[in-house]
């Protein structure tokens, strides 16, 4: 028996919950849409949509469940929120950063930030970063997080090459 994620974050769109949804599907493996709702005439004087277009859709991205939700204009994305992507190799960083970067905004945020093209904003992290900022030699670790700091798109070498001086 499939149980119920606990906690699924629900992501507010404006009409294009299931192109994102689609979108986010096609780069993340073991990934898939899952029950998409339309909404009715019920409530129309409320929620102004047009009946049968999408209400929510269900996906999951590498076993993780979202839900998209059509809810209109009134809020929009911010870097307040964000989803983090581990990373084990440069090419997988390559790989999600060119993916989740395409149609979206041409500058790119700092230290592995990026926003696609919905708005969303996601964080393409290595995971020999974490390690070496975590490390317990604070001059290391600084001149990882120097860095870093002047990175865009992260670079595994280069961050390689601060940890080691």
């Not at 277009?53 to 929009?76: C, R």
């Not at 996601?122 to 990175?151: H, N």
């Amino acid at each position: 028996m499939h149980s119920v994620q606990k906690i699924t974050p629900c992501l507010w769109f404006n009409g294009n919950a299931e192109a994102a949804a689609r979108f986010y599907t096609g780069i993340f493996p073991n990934s898939k849409i899952g029950q998409i709702l339309r909404y009715g005439e019920e409530g129309r004087e409320i929620h102004g949509q047009a009946p049968g277009s999408v209400l929510t859709v269900a996906f999951e991205l590498d076993g993780q469940t979202f839900t998209g939700l059509n809810g209109g204009p009134q809020f929009q994305f911010s870097e307040a929120i964000s989803f983090q992507v581990n990373c084990e190799t440069q090419d997988e960083v390559d790989h999600y950063w060119q993916l989740l970067s395409e149609g979206g905004p041409k500058e790119a945020q700092q230290c592995g930030w990026l926003k696609d093209q919905f708005g969303v904003s996601w964080q393409i992290v290595p995971t020999l970063m974490i390690k070496l900022l975590t490390d317990p030699d604070p001059a290391k670790a600084g001149r990882v997080m120097q860095a870093m700091m002047g990175m865009k798109k992260i670079d595994i070498d280069a961050i390689k090459r601060a940890y080691a001086g």
